[in-house]
């Protein structure tokens, strides 16, 4: 896994991490500023708008980032829910430390990184799955739009696998023939889903956000 606001006024100080240096594609007005700021990406504002905006990130939660590297979304995790959050982070990508935050290299579609997943948090749960993948590009669209379906439904499996009761999703999606079957499925484990567009998008880049609140608890097995 590979992934990765307008201005946040709560947010005080320095992120975690500050002065570590990420891979940015495009010297624009948000990479700059991340750069200035200490962020490891210019993602970092996409997850300062949208937690925000629907308070997404609780003091002292159980936060986890599927594809974390390169560790911009770990620093506002990390800065927004506080010291005495749990903050995880996982990619296949090695992701330098973070003061605060344990990072793991794995694949969660594994058995053994979900289960490292699980361990890495008091009572193997989390309040909160935070996930800014995209697929690997081939430029043929069909391919490319079932690239990001699969990416798509992982997330939401690792999420209700994961996540308590009430438990939030944040996930990265692009509009193509598969977003509705995407929402159907979102709709069926979550009691709140909705799709928004952030500030700090790339211009013409097609992606949207998937916010999904109010985990709906698993029903018993009798079998």
């Known amino acids: 896994m590979a992934g990765r606001k307008q201005r946040n006024r709560r947010h005080r100080g ?23 700021e200490g962020y490891r990406s210019r993602a970092a504002y996409k997850l300062l708008e949208v937690a925000e905006r629907y308070q ?47 990072v793991l290299t794995g694949d969660v579609r594994d058995v053994a990184a979900l289960e490292a997943v699980r361990r890495a948090t008091p009572g193997g ?22 690239r990001a379906s699969e990416l798509n439904d992982m997330t939401i499996a690792v999420a209700e696998a994961v996540l308590v009761p009430g438990g939030k999703l944040l996930m990265k999606t ?6 509705q079957a995407m929402m159907r499925r979102a709709r069926s484990g979550f009691s709140s889903v909705r799709l928004t567009n952030l500030a700090a998008s790339r211009k013409g880049s097609g992606e949207q956000y998937l916010v999904a609140r109010d985990r709906r608890p698993r029903a018993p097995d009798f079998g």
């Open 14 to 36: 320095a992120p975690n991490g500050a002065g570590k240096k990420g891979n940015y594609d495009r010297k624009d007005a948000y990479y700059r500023r991340a750069k200035a």
């Open 125 to 146: 749960a989390y309040d909160v799955v935070l996930a800014d993948l995209s697929p690997n590009l081939s430029g043929v669209k069909s391919s490319d739009e079932a």
């Open 174 to 179: 692009f509009m193509s023939g598969e977003t």
């Open 56 to 102: 997404l990130l609780p003091r002292g939660g159980r936060i986890l980032d599927l594809g974390c590297w390169p560790g911009g979304w770990l620093q506002v995790a990390a800065a927004v829910a506080g010291p005495n959050a749990t903050i995880v982070g996982v990619d296949l990508k090695e992701t330098e430390p973070l003061p605060g935050v344990t």
